[in-house]
């Protein structure tokens, strides 16, 4: 009898960073004008190693250790871009933004426009994002909804190792500048099987994780793990809710929003980010322009406070938790 040959490996589970450096070591056996640049990144393999072995593989032409300079970076990777590259930045702390924003807000964003299309600007913008792990300051914003405000950006934030693999393989691919903030609290939080196989998930849709039909629960990122733990305490209180992880804020599928909410009448919004503004109040905003009528009770908030957010002994009781995502479904579900 011939040999036979033996089966190939399952394919191990892996954390959100992993999922991370997987698409970007695919995209770059792939795409020879993908670029990965930013503080550290190479040698080192960024702060958070989400770039960790791309340097001895894809050589320092293609992973560019830059200096401790934001502006410098988003300037070149605008530059890059705008000539054919397809460079991805690494901001290295959601804080450290700030000095980029001339560069992403003047430039990136407004590239397609101000060339009538003639050019675009296809970059990737990698943001460590939010609070969670004993960060100083500058180092834990949660700071989404001042790029949401901004026409031709994307902005989009995965919650889970498969999505963010899919995702960033998608804003690769592109055309147009993506913020894709990651947030760091779940980098290493729990695993999945991710296969490489270099199939992107699409942009501008929200998943639906959980059907529900009493109360939609609507959220993002890394706050996505506590909703969903919610969601498992109200079903044993007999509440049923549906869990919507947007995924992409800009631009919003708040059809898939409406929808829900016509099937359950209620919706609590739940962010990490401070409520005055925050893109949770744009959400709420359009639920009672185009679904006011499916509404039996308020639509429900469930926010970071006003203030930054605090060091590491306050810091969990700023983000949000089960308790006070619970507490809010079922103060809407008191109303009918």
């Known amino acids: 009898m011939a040999d036979q040959a033996p089966a190939a490996a399952a394919p191990a589970a892996i954390t959100l960073i992993e999922a991370i450096t997987q698409a970007l070591a695919y995209e770059m056996r792939n795409d020879p004008t993908v670029v990965v640049l930013g503080e550290d990144v190479g040698v080192n393999g960024g702060v958070f190693r989400a770039t960790a ?5 894809f050589g320092t032409e293609r992973v560019l250790d830059t200096p401790l300079d934001e502006t410098t970076i988003a300037g070149l990777t605008v530059g890059m871009a705008s000539q054919g590259m397809k460079p991805i930045a690494e901001a290295q702390f959601d804080g450290f933004m700030y000095p980029m924003v001339d560069f992403i807000v003047c430039h990136a964003a ?5 060339t009538r299309g003639r050019l675009t600007c ?5 943001v460590p994002w939010g609070g ?4 100083p300051e500058h180092h834990s914003e949660a700071n989404e909804s ?21 995702l960033l393989l998608a804003a690769i691919r592109e055309p147009d500048p ?7 609290r779940i980098y290493r939080q729990y695993k999945e099987v991710v ?6 998930l699409p942009l501008d849709v929200c998943y639906v994780l959980r059907d529900g039909s009493d109360l939609t629960l609507v959220t993002w990122g890394a706050q996505v793990k506590e909703t969903l733990e919610a969601a498992d305490a109200l079903a044993k209180d007999g509440i049923s809710a549906e869990v919507i992880d947007v995924a992409t804020l800009k631009p919003l599928d708040f059809a898939t929003i409406a929808e829900s909410v016509a099937r359950t009448g209620r919706c609590v919004i ?11 109040a744009e959400i709420a905003a359009r639920l009672a322009e185009e679904s006011m009528f499916d509404l039996v009770a308020p639509v429900e908030r469930v926010t970071g406070y006003d203030t930054h957010i605090p060091l590491f002994r306050l810091e969990m009781k700023f983000l949000p938790s089960v308790d006070k995502i619970v507490a809010a479904a079922k103060r809407a579900m008191a109303l009918s």
């Open 178 to 184: 993506v913020i894709f903030f990651e947030p760091k």
């Open 132 to 135: 969670g792990i004993r960060a």
């Open 122 to 126: 296809p970059m990737v913008l990698r």
């Open 270 to 280: 739940v962010h990490e980010a401070a409520k005055t503004a925050g893109f949770g």
């Open 110 to 114: 407004r590239m397609r426009y101000r």
């Open 195 to 200: 296969p490489d196989d270099g199939e992107a």
């Open 53 to 57: 072995g791309l340097s001895a593989t």
């Open 146 to 166: 001042i790029f949401t405000n901004v026409p031709g950006l994307r902005v989009v934030m995965p919650s889970s190792p498969a999505r963010a693999y899919g």
